[in-house]
């Protein structure tokens, strides 16, 4: 008995002193963002567009999991700012996350604000952006998160490690591409190229000499971390030759499976490593639209980036010799979008949320307004005269301008928003099939849907045919969550629900709705405040695809939001 005890003891104290060196190890990691106007030239053109630092894209941010984060935001442009770091759990600190209007007014020209919150139990890729308009298209950058220290990763250590973050631009100022489309009603301008880390690569006028050189060396294995920081497309991504093994999305390991292609919806990010087994030579790291809507414009162009071998050898003088090109899928493959997408698996076996409280069932897609009476028909040019629009469970989400949803729900403000966004659709109907015309028009409001703390949750994201059916990436702020299955057509639970995933799904922060289709999705409600799901497709954002949940906080400390910082930005 008192050899058991000692033991136990001694485990004990072995449990503190690993706990208390991890502590004495994670580090409190400081920034300073300066956002301003900076002249940027790509494709011939210069245009002045807001940045971090005046870097394109901003700085790439490095932590350890369990590190704190301070970052103080100094807005010396002339547009509003806020920065959200994509798929950090923020539990707790809900006033760091910083969407506009959900919780936080934004920081205004002249002012700033402190962002300080934890990592906490997450490893690998996610990143930071601008949350308001569309001003993310240039403010954005890479969140690394290595093993805490004294701990390693789950496979070798990669000899490198290299972020490659995918991007639109645009021969014009952003803003004034989505000012335009709130003015006609219509569809924004597509973009006019896609970028790596910021350039947009050979395939272009006037961008060879800045294309993206990622190095590597016979015989290393090397990690790359793919980010979709584009503003409204999805991306097929491959590099001429080589296999790329995918090893964790969205600071989530998953089980490794092997992939010629990927496909990341904006805000996903894909870990993989690349083994360098090919000749020596230059190979193109290639990337261009997913797009599953039948009949839209979309940016049919390809940007490119250089897997380069150390030994390779240099391009003779006047030589036009090019770097091998890997084939990308079509733009329309949702095949193999579909292949990708439902290859991943959690490492190991994993606890899914049973017994669930909140059944919840959340259609998404398009629709249209009918013009105003009286309005110039200029500004009613989506299809016969009216005016896009988009929702979820047919409301279309209006962001509140004199308070966030967070302060107001903290500090019991009436009249910002209501409490009665709906578990399902007000009237069903066969979500993929032919919809009648009369449910084309949501209503709009600022609309929640309350949980209790600890509440199990399971949604059904059902995808629409209204106007026209697309994917849609679904992300969700403040959780990670399980993706049970995905498929086409209505979800029917008679026959969709076994093939739910209950031994290992994968965990991530922004799901991959299928067009015409369906995702499941659970997570436990642990983590008090203001939470807005929304399509990642920043022009579905404002045309209202986005709802917001509130979390109740639960008992003690630990399961309940701080108090506002005392530098929150005031409207």
């Not at 630990?558 to 506002?564: D, F, I, K, N, R």
């Amino acid at each position: 008995m008192e050899r058991g005890l000692h033991a136990l003891s001694f485990l004990s104290l072995l449990l503190l002193f690993s706990s208390l060196v991890f502590l004495a190890n994670a580090k409190t990691v400081y920034h300073d963002f300066v956002i301003q106007e900076t002249k940027v030239t790509r494709l011939c053109k210069t245009e002045n567009v807001m940045t971090v630092n005046g870097q394109l894209p901003g700085p790439t941010l490095e932590v350890n999991n369990g590190d704190s984060l301070v970052i103080t935001v100094v807005n010396r442009a002339k547009e509003n700012v806020t920065i959200h770091w994509h798929g950090v759990r923020q539990i707790t600190t809900a006033w760091a996350d910083g969407p506009e209007f959900i919780t936080q007014c934004p920081i205004r020209p002249g002012a700033s604000y402190t962002y300080r919150f934890k990592i906490s139990g997450q490893e690998g890729t996610l990143w930071w952006h601008a949350h308001n308009s569309w001003v993310r298209a240039t403010v954005y950058g890479a969140l690394v998160i290595r093993p805490k220290e004294g701990t390693s990763y789950p496979f070798a250590k990669p000899k490198r490690d290299s972020v490659v973050i995918l991007g639109e631009w645009w021969n014009a100022n952003p803003l004034a591409v989505i000012r335009e489309a709130m003015r006609t009603g219509g569809a924004p301008n597509v973009s006019d190229a896609y970028t790596i880390n910021g350039q947009p690569g050979d395939l272009y006028n006037c961008s060879t000499k800045e294309t993206v050189i990622v190095p590597i060396d016979s015989g290393e294995t090397n990690l790359i971390r793919v980010i979709n920081a584009a503003l409204n497309q999805q991306l097929f991504f491959s590099i001429a030759n080589h296999k790329l093994t995918v090893v964790g999305a969205d600071a989530s390991y998953v089980k490794p499976f092997t992939t010629n292609v990927l496909m990341l919806g904006p805000g996903q990010t894909t870990d993989v490593l690349i083994k360098a087994d090919q000749p020596p030579a230059r190979y193109y790291i290639a990337a261009r639209a997913y797009a599953s809507a039948q009949g839209a414009p979309f940016d049919n162009t390809t940007t490119t980036a250089i897997l380069e071998y150390k030994t390779a050898p240099c391009p003779a003088k006047g030589s036009s010799s090019k770097p091998v090109m890997p084939t990308l899928p079509a733009f329309n493959d949702t095949a193999t979008a579909t292949a990708f997408t439902s290859s991943f698996r959690s490492p190991n076996k994993v606890l899914v949320p049973t017994d669930i409280d909140e059944n919840l069932f959340f259609t998404a897609g398009l629709g249209i307004n009918p013009c105003p009476p009286n309005a110039p028909s200029s500004t009613c040019q989506a299809p016969n005269r009216t005016r896009f629009t988009a929702s979820m469970n047919n409301v279309s989400f209006a962001l509140p301008s004199n308070f966030s949803i967070l302060q107001a729900h903290h500090h019991s403000v009436p009249g910002v928003f209501t409490t009665d966004f709906p578990g399902k659709p007000p009237v069903a109907f066969d979500y993929t099939g032919n919809v009648p015309r009369s449910l084309w028009t949501p209503i709009r409001g600022t609309k929640v849907y309350k949980l209790k703390y600890g509440s199990k949750v399971q949604i059904v994201l059902q995808g629409t045919n209204i106007q026209t059916a697309e994917n849609h990436p679904i992300h969700l702020h403040g959780y990670d969550f399980y993706i049970l299955a995905e498929g086409f057509g209505n979800f029917n639970p008679a026959t969709d629900t076994s093939k739910f995933n209950l031994v290992d799904p994968p965990l991530r922060n922004t799901a991959s709705l299928p067009v015409k289709g369906w995702t499941v999705i659970r997570f436990v409600a642990d983590n008090p405040g203001v939470w807005i799901m929304h399509c990642h497709l920043d022009v579905h954002i404002g045309w209202g695809l986005a709802m917001v949940f509130i979390v109740d906080n639960g008992i003690g400390e630990l399961e309940t939001l701080q108090q506002p910082p005392a530098d929150l930005p005031v409207c």
